[in-house]
């Protein structure tokens, strides 16, 4: 058993800062992933971070407020979007101060690129690789900060005692025990959830929705879970993700026709879905960057030139790209007040949140910005909670319940391959759980899900090897996967209207009635109650159980 203060786990950029902001005042601090460290989404992130660098621009500020909460099709946070907007200043002087060097002009300023859905040029960059500059810079800084790290460390449960937090049920990669972590207090960063569309996605398949689910198991409410942004270009053979950058740079969408279709830098669900239906009447979709002079991609798309080249065999600077949507970014998540959770103790922040900040639909640019700005805000509620607490007890009637399930996946066999299920539900999800959505569709993805979580009871390791198993872990992410896969299925059958990622064809207007959250309260086996965050909407929630 070790004991901390603060716990955070997620190694992105919110993860980072929170761990970061919760070393001051000597504060003894963990920092736990999965897998790498150096491979969180936030590290692969290319873009940029937006932000007005100005802090006396309140015009400038006021437009960045103005464009998430429009991007957020009328679900937008005022209180979240107004505190994101107006840090962001702040936060670019930290991430300098923390050593990222973020491209500047001539003039020795930062420079800044348009994005989609902005009406200025706010993005700040580091070519077309600034996550992973931001990440690797604060990985150094959390390590002059005295921050531990725990890597391979997979995270089952939350142990909490009264309705406060008690510390972390992990298991430990390198020999398969299930051992347990104390806290004070924690900080839940773990990303987001679309992994799960495994094939149709930019993220690692390891982004399997751990922390949605571990929260669910403790009580807590998921919100606004139908909402997965698809990125509009991703390489077509790989899913890599062709940066929104290429498009910031003057890049144009073009069909097999040689027509320009789309305002490439409208917001993401409106290109995704302008792609998806150029797709659908047989088209081809490429990003054309012919017309920008070769020794400027190289240097503000070295990342895309040298990935296009190696992955699809194309120059980009003479031949065209083929491009199609992937499944990207989530914007539902745990539910939280800024960073605070009904449970004592318990933040959250990053991609595996939702506190409205982004509504329906994400603004590119706005996520290493958000992890960055409410991981800082995290770090800091976290380490105000510990002062003057005690530790809790352990409920080890709990811990017993983790380490019986991880004896019986390796004690019995199994005929069952568990990566033919993960590449079954990622390809299902996105046929059925997509870009576009019907009540037909979501009604198969429900009986399949039903399908799926009986078969997963069976899956056993093959190995009975303890050291290094990476069946075992897999196979918890897929009962993962396949809860958060439910909750997602279910609140898209709820929401019965169409509002920025999530589109569904048999209801193609917004509904003015649903402009609010749909919450995903409690779980049990196989069900989920669901609800609005407005009262009265009660009645649409007692016609859908009826109907």
Known sequence: MMI??????GGGIGGLMAAIEATRNGARVALITKGNLFKSNSSMASGGINAVLDYSDHEG?????????KGSYGLGNEKAVGYMCRRAPLIIDKLTEYGVEFDRDENGNIAQRSFGGGSDKRTCYVGDKTGSAITQALIKTAKTKGVHFLVNT??????HSGGRVSGVVVLRRFDSSVVVYLAKSVVL???GYAGIYRGFSTNAPDYSGDMHAVALRAGLRLSDMEFVQFHPTGFVKTAYLVSEAARGEGGYLVNSDGERFVDELATRDVVSRAISEQIMQGKEVFIDLRHIPKEQLELKLPSLYKSAYNQAGIDIATELLPVKPVAHYTMG???ADMVSTPMKGL???????SCGVHGANRLGGNSLLEGAVFGELAGIEARKFIEGRRLLPIDYNQVIKDIELVDRIFDQDTSKNFNAIRTSLGKMMFDKVGIVRDEASLTDAFSYLTYLRSEVKSLHCIS?????NVELISILELRNALEVAEAVVLSAQMRRESRGAHHRSDHESPDSEMACSISVLEMKPNFYRLGFERNRLIDKVRKFFKG
Not at 4 to 9: A, F, H, K, P, Q
Not at 154 to 159: D, P
Not at 347 to 353: H, N
């Open 464 to 468: 009975k090897e303890r050291t290094n």
């Open 333 to 335: 998540g745990i539910e």
């Open 189 to 191: 960063a773990g990303g």
């Open 154 to 159: 997979f995270v089952m449960n939350l142990a």
């Open 347 to 353: 933040f959250v922040c990053g991609e595996c949140t």
């Open 61 to 69: 500020i006021a437009k960045h407020i103005d464009d998430t909460l």
């Open 4 to 9: 901390y203060d603060v716990i955070v786990v």
